[in-house]
């Protein structure tokens, strides 16, 4: 079993930065493939960013293409999502995500380990 606990949410102005951390706790952590993931109000939820259980490869959303970066510190069991150019469209739910194995994924489906969200509120 893994925990994954989120922090860093808060409100941003359009335009600024946010940095999200996600702490990992229960399973060697250089073994797991992370996610973020956001739900929006009223919306499905969508993928944001991924990256490898070496750290070499990421996937973006279209939507934060440019402006999102994921990182991973293998000594400090954590993965970031550093948020920049913020706009209102941003604004959501955000999910840290895990799965087994090397690869990472933009599916939903594909992880199996869930933090409870940390909501992030961008402000025209």
């Known amino acids: 079993q893994v925990a994954l606990v989120e922090s860093g949410g808060g409100l941003a102005q359009a335009g600024g930065s946010l940095r999200l951390s996600c702490a990992a706790s229960?399973?060697?952590?250089?073994?797991?493939?992370l996610g973020w993931f956001r739900q929006a109000p009223g919306k499905e939820r969508e993928f944001v960013a991924a990256?490898?259980?070496?750290?070499?490869?990421?996937y973006y959303g279209d939507s934060v293409k440019g402006r999102f970066t994921i990182s991973r510190d293998n000594a400090k069991n954590t993965v970031n999502l550093q948020m920049n150019s913020l706009k209102p469209e941003d604004t959501a739910v955000y999910y840290c995500?895990?799965?087994?194995?090397?690869?990472?994924?933009?599916?939903?489906?594909?992880?199996?380990?869930w933090g409870q969200g940390t909501k992030v509120t961008v402000s025209s």
């Open positions: 990256i490898s259980r070496g750290g070499g490869i990421t």
């Open positions: 995500a895990a799965r087994d194995g090397t690869v990472a994924s933009s599916y939903e489906r594909a992880y199996d380990y």
């Open positions: 229960g399973r060697t952590f250089s073994s797991l493939a």
